[in-house]
C-alpha cells in the first residue's frame, strides 16, 4: 500500500509546553517590565519601591478523538498487514489534528507584516526586524505555507546577490517529509499546507519559538496522544481508536509577527 499524501507535521517542536493535571486549564505567566532603575536625589534620598505587574494567558484543554473499524472480513481478504495500515493512519490523523489548530494561530498575531504580492526574502527580514525592534530575544522560526516558501526559493534562484546564490542554493531544492525548508540568515523555515488563508492571503509568520520561557506560543498536554483498540465482537471488527486532550494558547502576542502574502 502506497501511504496517504499528509500535510507536514512539524510545529509542536516551537511550543511551550505547560505543566498540570489537576485542572482543564493551564495559566503562563507573563511579567510585566517595570521600567529601568533610577537615581536617587542624593545620597540620603531613600530608593523608592516599584510594584511589580504581571498577567496570564490560559490554554484550556480539550479531548479529540479518531477511529476507524476493520472488520475481520476485509482484514482477511486485504493483500497487506492492514492492522497497521490503519493503526498508522489513526496516529498520523491525530498529528494533522494538532497540526490544523497551531496553524490556525499564525494568523492572530497582532503584528503585521504584508507582502505586496508574492512573498520575497525582504519580507521575510520585515518580519524578523519586527521582532527584534519589539526586543524579542531569539531563537526565532518561520513557519510559513508551501506557496510562501516557493516564492521565497524562486527568488534566491533567480537573483544575483551573492549572499543569496553563495550561501542560500540548498532551498532551491525541493523539501522533506518533515516540512523543513531550510535556513536563510540564521532564521529556519518550516512550512505546512495547512496555514491558514483569509480574505485572499495565506498568513503564515516569524515567532520566538520554544521549548524555552520566550515561546510565543503554548501547548497544555492533560492526556498526551495514544492510540488503543477494542474488539467489538458483535461486529466481527477491531477498531482502532486516538485521542488526545490539549489546549493551545498565544501566550505573547508581542513576541510573534504575521507574514502575509498573496495565497
Not at 481508536?241 to 489546549?247: D, S
Request: glycine share 10%.
Amino acid at each position: 500500500m502506497v501511504p496517504e499524501l499528509r500535510p507536514a507535521n512539524t510545529s509542536t517542536q516551537f511550543l511551550r509546553q505547560a505543566t498540570g493535571g489537576a485542572s482543564t486549564v493551564a495559566s503562563f505567566p507573563l511579567w510585566g517590565d517595570p521600567g529601568p532603575a533610577a537615581a536617587p536625589t542624593d545620597d540620603l534620598s531613600e530608593i523608592a519601591s516599584t510594584a511589580l505587574s504581571d498577567t496570564q494567558q490560559s490554554a484550556t484543554a480539550a479531548g479529540v478523538g479518531f477511529r476507524v473499524d476493520v472488520t475481520d472480513l476485509i482484514r482477511a481478504s486485504h493483500p497487506s498487514d492492514l492492522y497497521s495500515e490503519v493503526a498508522g493512519m489513526v496516529t498520523r490523523s491525530m498529528k494533522e489534528k494538532l497540526e490544523t489548530d497551531v496553524s490556525a494561530l499564525l494568523d492572530d498575531f497582532s503584528g503585521v507584516t504584508t507582502a505586496a504580492s508574492v512573498l520575497t526574502p525582504i519580507d521575510l527580514l520585515a518580519a524578523v526586524s519586527a521582532l527584534e525592534q519589539r526586543d524579542i530575544p531569539g531563537p526565532y522560526v518561520a513557519y510559513l505555507d508551501p506557496k510562501q516558501t516557493g516564492e521565497i526559493r524562486q527568488d534566491i534562484a533567480t537573483t544575483t546577490a551573492v549572499y543569496q546564490a553563495g550561501r542560500d542554493g540548498e532551498l532551491v531544492s525541493p523539501f522533506g517529509t518533515d516540512g523543513f525548508f531550510g535556513t536563510y540568515m540564521g532564521v529556519p523555515i518550516w512550512q505546512s499546507s495547512l496555514v491558514v488563508t483569509t480574505a485572499g492571503l495565506v498568513g503564515g509568520a516569524v515567532f520566538a519559538a520554544g521549548p524555552g520561557v520566550n515561546a510565543a506560543l503554548g501547548i497544555y498536554e492533560l492526556i498526551p496522544r495514544r492510540l488503543a483498540t477494542q474488539r467489538d465482537e458483535s461486529f466481527a471488527a477491531m477498531e482502532f481508536i486516538g485521542y488526545h486532550a490539549y489546549g493551545l494558547v498565544e501566550i505573547s502576542d508581542t513576541r510573534g509577527q504575521t507574514l502575509k502574502s498573496a495565497a
